[in-house]
């Protein structure tokens, strides 16, 4: 008998898998360690394939994948949540998901550097956190809203695509907001979001020139503004928010920047050496009127420097955070060599 989507689910989460991919002509395959693995099942046909993914949706999200032949959704089962993306390759239909536990996570048991601590409890600024697909930039997000609705009686507005981790109300008010459902565009949802009497916003990705502008607008203005972005580190985050806008808007942009930032970490998760799990590495840029010079000033290869003189404010980069995960014995020496942006110096200083 063909098994169900629950069904592969549940293998998938019993066996600690972060991803799992439903593909014709192959059977369910899963994510452990960052290796994909495949399921003892049989291989899936066009029909089956299909079914799987349709059993996780809504009608109008079936009608919406025929018409743009790709859908983000958001499947609730057992425990935990899954964030698909639902496409058509070779005139079949194929998914990846994505494991999200139901329960929110504490920062303080995700590994992270304590000055995020600090980061979360501001009460106004732009905060971002950036890196690849899949490198827990939303995990990290979460756990951030999570400390907030901890210690701060707050109006928090988060826009999703989609929604991940659903909050629960402690001190604060929670209004999750999903693309697609609740709203129709991250910028749309942004404008009236000011209207809406938030403290924090959270915007799931900035993707456009207006989301950008809102979110720095919102940030100058009072909010504490969380947001992500596809970027690998500090430096190419903050070219990548000046760069989306014409030439002559730039200089307003690096002011506006440099007034505003709190914060970026770029993130990555990495296999632990001992099995267990993924450990994050990350890069940690905290603006200070040194880097706020830099940003002004368009000087921004020179944020590098910045980070490995900035200890003191809680700074790191990529290559400190690896050589720190090394010596504790978190991950091995080949992991390290393979993530570092400067081998040499690493090797060097390890």
Not at 5 to 26: F, M, N, P, S, W
Not at 132 to 157: F, Q
Not at 254 to 262: D, I, V
Request: net charge neutral; with cysteine.
């Amino acid at each position: 008998m063909t098994k169900t989507i629950d069904d592969i689910l549940e293998e998938a989460t019993g066996r600690d898998a972060t991803d799992v991919h439903i593909t014709v002509g192959k059977p369910p395959i899963l994510r452990i360690q960052k290796e994909l693995t495949a399921t003892d099942d049989p291989p899936l046909s066009g029909p089956e394939a299909k079914g799987l993914v349709y059993s996780m949706i809504r009608e109008y999200q079936q009608k919406k994948l025929e018409e743009n032949r790709e859908l983000d959704f958001s499947y609730e089962h057992g425990k935990y949540r899954f964030r698909g993306n639902a496409f058509w390759q070779r005139g079949y239909v194929s998914v990846a998901l994505r494991v999200i536990p139901s329960e929110v996570p504490q920062l303080s048991k995700l590994g992270l550097p304590k000055v995020l601590f600090d980061v979360a409890r501001k009460q106004k600024g732009f905060v971002l956190v950036t890196g690849p697909a899949g490198m827990g930039k939303s995990t990290t997000l979460a756990a951030m809203l999570d400390l907030i609705n901890s210690e701060r009686k707050a109006h928090i507005v988060t826009i999703e695509d989609p929604i991940e981790y659903v909050h629960k109300d402690k001190l604060s008010i929670i209004s999750q907001r999903e693309l697609g459902i609740d709203t129709l565009s991250f910028a749309n949802a942004l404008k009236y979001a000011l209207r809406q009497d938030p403290d924090v916003i959270l915007v799931g990705e900035m993707r456009d020139m207006e989301t950008i502008a809102l979110a720095l607008t919102a940030a100058e203005t009072g909010h504490l503004v969380l947001a992500t972005l596809h970027t690998l580190d500090a430096a190419q985050s903050a070219n990548r928010i000046i760069d989306v806008f014409p030439a002559e808007q730039q200089q307003q942009v690096r002011a506006q920047l440099a007034g505003s930032l709190e914060c970026i970490v770029s993130q990555q998760l990495l296999s632990r050496q001992d099995g267990r799990g993924l450990v994050v590495a990350c890069e940690i840029l905290i603006n200070n009127s040194a880097v706020g010079t830099l940003i002004r000033e368009a000087k921004t290869h020179q944020l590098m420097n910045a980070m490995q003189t900035g200890g003191k404010y809680g700074m790191q980069t990529m290559d400190d955070s690896l050589k720190n995960l090394y010596q504790e014995g978190l991950i091995s020496y080949t992991v390290a060599i393979a993530k570092a942006s400067n081998v040499s110096s690493l090797r060097q200083s390890i």
